[in-house]
Nanobody, 122 residues
Framework: QVQLVESGGGLVQAGGSLRLSCAAS????????MGWFRQAPGKEREFVAA????????YYPDSVKGRFTISRDNAKNTVYLQMNVLKPEDTAVYYC???????????????WGKGTLVTVSS
């Protein structure tokens, strides 16, 4: 069992930056690949970033590539999402997720956090 708690969301102006954190419980954090997803009002949940268990592999969709960076600290059981050059269309609830396999689809995730709201004003 893995419990995930996101933090770091808030209100930021367009062009600004935020760093989200996801703290995981359990001693097996380093066994899991981690992902970030987001869901805007009235829209489906979409993939944002993924990182494998060691941090050596990452993957991003084109919508955030070059602006967002996922990283992890296995000693702290924490995964991060650094978001730069934020746009109003990045406004969403951001969710952290864990999976035993390196993947980037919602169905592949085994555990989910409850989310943190990011609002980007224009």
């Amino acid at each position: 069992q893995v419990q995930l708690v996101e933090s770091g969301g808030g209100l930021v102006q367009a062009g600004g930056s935020l760093r989200l954190s996801c703290a995981a419980s359990g001693r097996t954090f380093s066994s899991y690949a981690m992902g970030w997803f987001r869901q805007a009002p009235g829209k489906e949940r979409e993939f944002v970033a993924a990182i494998n268990w060691s941090g050596a592999r990452t993957y991003y969709p084109d919508s955030v590539k070059g602006r967002f960076t996922i990283s992890r600290d296995n000693a702290k059981n924490t995964v991060y999402l650094q978001m730069n050059v934020l746009k109003p269309e990045d406004t969403a609830v951001y969710y952290c997720a864990a999976a035993l396999a390196f993947a980037w689809t919602s169905g592949a995730m085994d555990y989910w956090g409850k989310g943190t709201l990011v609002t980007v004003s224009s």
